[in-house]
């Protein structure tokens, strides 16, 4: 894994390919408003303020996750808390540039 992985700026459609050959759920951290206006289709909506509160119900999905938000910065964050609680996370940035990828 180079620097660029690392960064979130590898060959994410690689990655994005395959965790969702690994059936992934797409967790959007957006807040409820920014979801309402756009998001991808059957993703699942745990804003980022209330990501601690929901992570055992995070667990429980038993499936690797793509989290994304508007830009990449919140599911950064997401992607770090998620992984120190053992679930196998993928940060898939913004929203939009996910779903061009899916």
């Keep these: 894994m ?10 994410k ?7 969702k050959a690994k059936n992934a759920v797409i967790l959007d951290v957006r807040t409820v408003e920014e979801f309402a206006d756009g998001h991808i289709e059957n993703a699942i909506n745990i804003p980022l303020q209330v990501l601690h509160a929901n992570i055992v ?3 429980s999905w038993e499936k690797p996750v ?3 938000c508007r830009s ?3 599911s ?11 679930v196998d996370v ?4 913004g929203w ?5 990828l899916l």
């Design 57 to 59: 119900k995070i667990q």
């Design 13 to 19: 459609k690689e990655e994005v390919d395959a965790y």
């Design 2 to 11: 180079g620097l660029l992985d690392l960064l979130g700026f590898g060959n």
């Design 90 to 93: 993928i940060n898939g940035g």
């Design 96 to 100: 939009q540039s996910l779903e061009a």
């Design 72 to 74: 990449g910065m919140r």
């Design 76 to 86: 950064g964050q997401a992607t770090s808390t998620l992984r120190e609680h053992g």
């Design 66 to 68: 793509i989290a994304c």
